[in-house]
């Protein structure tokens, strides 16, 4: 579990988030919707200490965040951008053993677990493992993206906008690509999106940020029944009224 206690972040003279203390259960699927500026991906960033925090305390599984060994809390968390960030000098299977390596993985156990989610995830393992980067689409670039997040089996995985550069079909495809492996892995999966509809699929629970608070974290069934004032009414109306 992750539990956010009284946490703020303040770069220079911005506020960026205010004091939010909230808790993210394990194997949940967390969305972070809001508008440009709201504080999601500072909220993302904060997890991994990308940035770290100005005042509060992050506790992951009972222990405070800033204790933790910084590599070991980095090794526990997988990360996809949505600027699809592979090596373009390494082939399709070295992308995906950057981290199995790191973490000292043999040769053998990082081939058959490449092999096996490669062609989990629609990529024939003998047909993509020595490709590189730019012989592939952007959608084969982010499935080899996620798939170099989630080999080594993190606990948490962390996305910020992963699919908002994508064209509608690949979109669609990896959200619900996203969803399969969540329900089979069970990683704690916080996502970041600027789409409202993208977070009613894919979340169990959303949180609703603005200027840099979170306004509501709830079920999709309940954002879209009770939303907690005209803010959530006026984000989520169109989707609603559908």
């Not at 303040?10 to 808790?23: A, D, G, R």
């Not at 979109?171 to 069970?186: S, V």
């Not at 990683?187 to 169990?204: N, Q, S």
């Amino acid at each position: 579990m992750i539990t956010f206690e009284e946490v703020t972040k303040i770069f220079e003279t911005k506020t960026v988030l205010n004091k939010q203390s909230f808790e993210i259960s394990d194997g949940e699927f967390l969305v972070l919707v809001g508008p440009s500026g709201s504080g999601k991906t500072t909220l993302l960033k904060l997890l991994n200490r990308l940035v770290d925090l100005t005042e509060g305390r992050i506790m992951i599984d009972g222990q405070a965040q800033n204790q933790l060994d910084l590599r070991a809390l980095r090794l526990s968390m997988g990360y996809v951008l949505q600027q699809i960030a592979l090596f373009p000098n390494l082939t399709v299977a070295e992308n995906i053993a950057v981290i199995p390596k790191m973490k000292g993985w043999s040769k053998e156990k990082i081939a058959k677990r490449t092999a096996e989610l490669l062609d989990k995830v629609g990529l024939p393992a003998e047909q993509y493992l020595h490709r590189y980067p730019n012989a592939l689409s952007g959608g084969e670039q982010q499935r080899i993206g996620i798939l170099r997040a989630i080999i080594h089996e993190p606990k948490y995985l962390l996305m910020d906008e992963p699919f908002s550069a994508l064209d509608p079909i690949s979109r669609e495809q990896l959200q619900g690509l996203t969803k399969e492996l969540h329900q089979e892995f069970g990683m704690t999966t916080i996502f970041v999106t600027h789409d409202v509809r993208e977070a009613l699929l894919l979340a169990d629970r959303i949180a609703v940020l603005n200027q840099g608070e979170i306004v509501q974290l709830a079920s999709p069934k309940t954002i879209l029944e009770e939303p907690t004032d005209d803010f959530v009414v006026d984000l989520f109306g169109g989707v609603a009224h559908d």
